[in-house]
């Protein structure tokens, strides 16, 4: 009898611990974005199912060398990581890529300038006037006919060499849409129809493609498996290019994207 009891307490306790586990980690689903951490707003956009990190290793040869406004050319290393030619130490780059139209992150992005602009403190008229300085990043009116992602890097060992900016700061959409595009496992594709560059190291590459087929159909449902996300002209897994689990991103019978 002590057993069994034992058993079922010791049963009862990890189902406990999974639920607030599981709790934890969905966060972003059970609790309103405007009670969100700061540690929790930038989970979202750094450590969620709707952001993907890649680090790799850039040789640089005198200047970031574009193509038609295409990233350097690279050869994936020993180590796995992706390396250009060169006889300069290399840099080492966290890319992160966020599906910018999805709803948590665009939650994500307007919590933390709320708790930049102490929007706690704010009386009503400042509330007011805070939120419509943000409906447009919050509503997004354009992710209702694209899906947006964005793009941006850092590096660990040279402070202030922003990749994607070099590339992207002076890329013509018509030169970079001949090979930037988004696709599902089946290689549905769509292309790019819309480009925000970064104004300044640190800032965002924005791209856009269209939601719907001629038909009106999405590209991604959920019944798909997988986002590609294509932003160089390498393989898929190369440099900046990046593959999402899209059985993550469904909520309530959605794909959040």
């Not at 999974?18 to 450590?47: C, H, I, Y």
């Amino acid at each position: 009898m002590v057993k069994r009891t034992s058993t079922l307490l010791v049963g009862l306790i990890l189902f406990f611990s999974w639920s607030v586990l599981a709790r934890g980690q969905n966060f972003w689903s059970t609790k309103p974005f405007v009670e969100w951490s700061k540690a929790e707003a930038e989970q979202v956009l750094n450590d969620s199912p709707w952001a993907k990190v890649s680090e790799v290793r850039i040789r640089k040869e005198g200047q970031v060398r574009r193509v038609a406004g295409a990233p350097p050319s690279m050869e994936r290393n020993e180590t796995n990581s992706t390396t250009s030619t060169g006889a300069e130490v290399p840099i080492d780059f966290v890319f992160t890529l966020r599906l910018r139209s999805a709803l948590p992150v665009r939650q994500a992005l307007v919590r933390l300038k709320q708790m930049a602009a102490k929007y706690n403190q704010m009386d009503p008229k400042q509330r007011a006037s805070f939120d419509a300085s943000t409906k447009g990043l919050l509503e997004c009116p354009a992710c209702d006919s694209n899906y947006v992602v964005s793009l941006t890097s850092k590096s660990r060992n040279s402070p202030g060499a922003d990749a994607v900016y070099s590339v992207f700061k002076g890329a013509q959409l018509e030169d970079i849409k001949r090979y930037i595009y988004i696709a599902d496992e089946q290689r549905h594709r769509r292309e790019l129809v819309h480009f925000v560059p970064p104004k300044a190291p640190g800032e965002e590459a924005i791209f856009f493609f269209p939601r719907l087929d001629e038909k009106g159909n999405p590209l991604f449902t959920v019944d798909s498996k997988e986002i590609v996300v294509n932003l160089t002209y390498n393989e898929v897994n190369m440099f900046t290019n990046f593959r999402i689990d899209i059985t993550k991103l469904i909520d309530n019978g959605r794909v959040l994207f």
